[in-house]
């Protein structure tokens, strides 16, 4: 699958204009394909993921100024008020109720911090159609019993909840994939990339793009 760039978040103050390296935290960082996008930027770069394998491939990558360590995102070890920037990759679709990743979110961000994820949207037709338990097409090839795609809706009441006080969601498209698994979709990936490559071109991929963009701040 191909990642969701940190330049989809051109709208927002992505790092300070200052000369000073921002800290960053990245929830579910997995392996680390993320975060070797973040470490471009002048950032000091702190990678959780609750698996042990995933950090330790992920200390292999010798990703620069970057700590890979294994550590649960509802319940973190760091103090308050940690970091200038929380980074949710692609995770919070993971979880049943994703309401206390955000509050820990919250609480580990400094005064004014911000908080930036994506996530795939649910009112997109084909990730309503594939992932969604509700659709008759639905496939677990691939994903966790938990997974899900995300409204904005939800996104959006749960960032209230957590305590953000600004906070903006949109769809994009254009994110096509190299591999699906699962024959039945496998074939149809064409179809799906030349889609998204359209769809990103028109003012409906605002609302139904295949990926939700996220941000808030504290």
């Not at 699958?1 to 921002?22: C, D, I």
């Not at 800290?23 to 975060?35: H, L, R, Y």
């Not at 930027?41 to 620069?64: F, M, Q, R, T």
């Not at 994903?143 to 769809?171: H, W």
């Amino acid at each position: 699958m191909k990642t969701v760039h940190t330049k989809n978040f051109r709208n927002y103050s992505w790092t300070s204009q200052s000369q000073e390296r921002e800290s960053v935290i990245e929830f579910g960082c997995g392996t680390g394909a993320f975060t070797k996008y973040l470490a471009d930027y002048n950032l000091e770069i702190i990678g959780v993921d609750i698996s042990e394998e995933c950090i330790s491939y992920a200390k292999k990558n010798e990703i620069k100024n970057t700590k890979f360590i294994v550590g649960d995102i509802e319940h973190l070890d760091f103090e308050d008020n940690s970091f200038d920037i929380v980074v949710a990759s692609g995770v919070l679709h993971h979880f049943p109720d994703f309401l206390e990743v955000l509050k820990e979110a919250y609480r580990v961000l400094k005064p004014g911090g911000r908080f930036f994820a994506y996530e795939p949207n649910r009112k997109n037709p084909i990730m309503w159609l594939y992932r969604d338990k509700h659709s008759p097409f639905y496939s677990d090839k691939g994903v966790t019993s938990q997974e899900r795609p995300l409204a904005k809706q939800e996104i959006e009441n749960n960032l209230n909840k957590a305590g953000f006080c600004y906070t903006n969601v949109f769809a994009i498209s254009g994110i096509t994939h190299t591999y699906v698994k699962g024959k039945f979709a496998s074939k149809f990936l064409e179809i799906y990339n030349y889609w998204e490559k359209i769809f990103d071109k028109i003012w409906l991929s605002k609302y139904f793009g295949s990926f939700l963009i996220v941000f808030a701040k504290k």
